[in-house]
Structures are given as structure tokens and as C-alpha cells.
């Protein structure tokens, strides 16, 4: 995986993104880290029940 960080907007309600804020608080983690790190672990859980995905990165959009 790069260290490059492609910018991403997210519209989530004002409560869930509050919610998101006490989980990173207490995980010692930024709002955007913690979401980065849910994120990952829903990809991880996905492949788990199917196949891991492959990246060809000239199919990316």
C-alpha cells in the first residue's frame, strides 16, 4: 500500500460522526484514523467470507 492518501469526502449525519469521535477518543486515534481503521477491518471481514480482492490499479476510478 502507498503513503500516498487519495482525498476522500464521507457525508455521514452529525450524529453518527459524534459517535465515530468518542470510539477515535477513547482509541487514541483521529476521527479520520479511526474510520480509516473501520474501514479496514470491514474490507479484512469481507474477504474473509469471500475472496481477497485484487487491485489491477488501471481499473481503479
Known amino acids: 500500500m502507498a503513503n500516498y492518501y487519495t482525498p476522500f469526502s464521507l457525508r455521514i449525519s452529525e450524529e453518527l460522526l459524534a459517535k465515530i469521535k468518542v470510539i477515535a477518543v477513547r482509541n487514541k486515534r483521529s476521527a479520520n484514523k479511526e474510520m480509516e481503521y473501520a474501514l479496514e477491518q ?8 469471500h475472496e481477497e480482492i485484487m487491485i489491477d490499479g488501471d481499473d481503479l476510478s
Do not use: S
Not at 470491514?42 to 467470507?49: C, I, L, P, T
Open 42 to 49: 470491514y474490507v479484512k471481514a469481507f474477504e474473509a467470507r
